[in-house]
Every structure is written in C-alpha cells, then in structure tokens.
C-alpha cells in the first residue's frame, strides 16, 4: 500500500517562503493526477495546485502568482513552493496523488504571522 508523506510546513512572516515536499513511497511517474489541498481551522479542506499528466499546472485564482508546484519524479516528490505568504494561507497541507489508487498524505502545519 504506498503512502505519502509531506514536510516543510513551519511558522513564517507574512511575506515569507516555505517549500513543501510530499515524498511517495511508490514511483510516481506517470500518475493521473498529483494535487495540494489545504485546510483552515473551521474550513472545509480546499484545492491549492494540481499537476495532471501531460498538462500544465493549475492553481487557485488565491495563490497564483505565488505558489509553484512541481514534481521530481527520480525522487517521487511532489513540491509546493510557497512565496509572499500571507495569514490567510495558514492551514493544514496535505498532498494528494492518483496513480492506480487515490492516496492521501497526513498533512503538515503552515502558519503564517502577520
């Protein structure tokens, strides 16, 4: 059963960076769909970025301009770049990759002072 498991998340200013990792237990070359979500306290949980194969990446009208996602498929990572963070962009992270099956990481914690 692969599995993912995500890092990077931390307290930073508004203004800020941060780089997510989601590292996969199984190759990720050539899956369907690979995506970052994010949930608020309170909040349903939220699309962020996806890659899907063959396509060109889509975000969030919130974080264009801001985020990056991309993938290294030699490592089986899957990354989120964050920049210009503002508080709003506080949330739970969690990646999300469909190969053969719809697997999901455990999260990690972004938190962004004003």
């Known amino acids: 059963q692969g599995h993912l498991v995500e890092s990077g998340g931390g307290l930073v200013q508004a203004g800020g960076s941060l780089r997510l990792s989601c590292v996969a237990s199984e190759s990720i070359a050539g899956a369907n769909y690979m995506a970052w979500y994010r949930q608020a306290p309170g909040k349903q949980r939220e699309f962020v970025a996806h890659i899907i194969s063959g396509g060109s990446p889509i975000y969030t009208d919130s974080v264009k301009g801001r985020f990056t996602i991309s993938a290294d498929n030699a490592k089986n990572t899957l990354y989120l770049e964050m920049n210009s963070l503002k508080p709003e962009d506080t949330a739970v992270y969690y990646c999300?990759?469909?190969?053969?099956?719809?697997?999901w990481g455990q999260g990690t914690q972004v938190t962004v002072s004003s």
């Open positions: 999300n990759v469909y190969k053969s099956r719809n697997v």
